[in-house]
């Protein structure tokens, strides 16, 4: 039985994500790894969070433009339910906008894992970059159509081209 309904629907047109992380391409490097990008946090309300650079968590506009895939949690993996997720959400924004973004440890996805930890989600205060990253890819749902190109686009011209110059070399 739920103990929280999601009353709040995603909704793609106005960029709304509740209990969601979510995820864009970064250029140029998700044109080369497309595992790699920028990752944030929505509140309830489906507000993004991101840490966008250093000593900057960015609202409602992030770094590297809208979403492309999101992932919406379970509420009920949240002991206290929604005012603990908007809590913990808010105090890593908190903690990330004093911080320095370095993009192999600690970064947008270091932050999404601060919140998912503070709140305890799914039981555990152990929430990584890396365990994200791949949680992300594995089971992360495209916006639509629209996210999928742009994330897999660049990177099938890129190899695309790269194998055609290798094969008339």
């Not at 709304?16 to 391409?25: A, H």
């Not at 992932?71 to 913990?88: C, F, P, R, S």
């Not at 998912?116 to 365990?131: E, I």
């Amino acid at each position: 039985m739920d103990l929280e309904m999601n009353v709040t629907k995603i909704d793609y047109n106005l960029h709304r994500y509740p209990f969601c992380l979510i995820w864009t391409p970064i250029p140029l490097i998700t044109w080369l790894l497309p595992f790699v990008g920028h990752m944030g946090i929505a509140t309830s309300q489906g507000i993004i969070r991101d840490f966008a650079g250093p000593y900057y968590v960015s609202e409602d506009e992030m770094g590297f433009g809208w979403p492309t895939r999101y992932l919406q949690l379970d509420i009920n993996k949240v002991e206290g339910g929604t005012t603990a997720w908007d809590d913990a959400v808010q105090k890593a924004s908190t903690e990330y906008s004093k911080r320095m973004h370095n993009l192999f440890w600690d970064n947008c996805h270091s932050h999404c894992g601060m919140a998912l930890s503070l709140m305890r989600y799914g039981g555990s205060t152990w929430w990584s970059m890396v365990k994200l990253a791949a949680w992300m890819f594995l089971f992360g749902k495209y916006v639509g159509f629209s996210g999928f190109i742009k994330t897999w686009l660049p990177f099938v011209i890129i190899l695309g081209t790269g194998l055609a110059v290798w094969k008339l070399v």
